[in-house]
């Protein structure tokens, strides 16, 4: 695979012996201990797991935002964990989608231009028409030139996932997509979510603290200090 080519075949994302901790004053914590985990194309995971157990710290592992310690992550045949920063953004930009629990809309630039905005970071311009189809489909249309401080916490969110999946990304990751929104729009931004990932054919990881959202994953899996819990499937093989 060419990591400067934009590249939307399925790419299964593996993650072998990986582990991560941070300097605290003079010692190091342990983060993350020795993760081996498989996602195949096309799947819906749910990570879940107590605050501080290191799941955000595993979503940006496997998303080129951060680097492991030791051990590797590929997505495809591309070797996350080694890749220089330089590549590691290239790969951010054409093949992974992120949305966070702070929507991370740019204040400055309208409904349509934060979606449009990947596409012209990473030189696909010429894919423009792309925001149109993306606003309807995150039902947005009437929102299309307001700007972020005039929307509700569900638009905004509408507005990123629609951001995230304008490159057609291979991966989808969401740091608690809902953890900044009401009942209601929680479940609107988790239905989108699923069947934006459907007719994107994304494979979709999800932090989560809701069980609801856990229920509705093909996995689920557990951190328990930064190690994979027991009961946790490894691997789609036996994901039921
Ligand atoms: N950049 C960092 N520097 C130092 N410690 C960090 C950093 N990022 C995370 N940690 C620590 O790693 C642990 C796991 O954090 P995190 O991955 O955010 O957990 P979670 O998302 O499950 O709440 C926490 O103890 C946190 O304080
Ligand atoms: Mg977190």
Do not use: C, W
Not at 186 to 205: G, K, R
């Amino acid at each position: 695979m060419d990591p400067n080519a934009t590249d939307q075949t399925p790419a299964t994302l593996r993650l072998a012996n990986m582990s991560k901790s941070f300097p605290l004053g003079d010692r190091t914590i342990s983060v993350l201990d020795d993760i081996s985990l498989t996602i195949d194309s096309g799947e819906f995971v749910a990570i879940m797991g107590r605050s501080g157990s290191g799941k955000s710290t595993l979503l940006s592992i496997m998303a080129g935002l951060d680097t492991p310690d030791s051990g590797t992550v590929h997505l495809g045949d591309l070797s996350i964990s080694t890749m220089s920063e330089d590549e590691l953004a290239l790969i951010r930009q054409t093949r992974i989608g992120f949305i966070f629990q702070s929507f991370h809309l740019i204040p400055t630039l309208s409904v349509a231009e934060n979606i449009g905005f990947p596409l012209q970071i990473s030189g696909q311009a010429d894919q423009i028409e792309r925001v149109d189809t993306l606003i309807d489909q995150v039902e947005l249309g009437h929102r299309r030139d307001s700007m972020p401080h005039q929307l509700s916490g569900g638009e905004k969110q509408r507005t990123a996932i629609a951001r995230a999946l304008v490159t057609r990304p291979q991966v989808l990751f969401a740091d608690e997509p809902t953890g900044n929104l009401d009942v209601g729009n929680a479940d609107q931004i988790l239905t989108t979510l699923i069947e934006l990932q459907q007719a994107y054919q994304t494979t979709l990881i999800v932090v989560t603290h809701d069980p609801a959202v856990a229920d509705l994953a093909s996995r689920t899996i557990t951190l328990v200090d930064g190690r994979l819990d027991s009961e946790s499937d490894k691997s789609s093989a036996t994901a039921g």
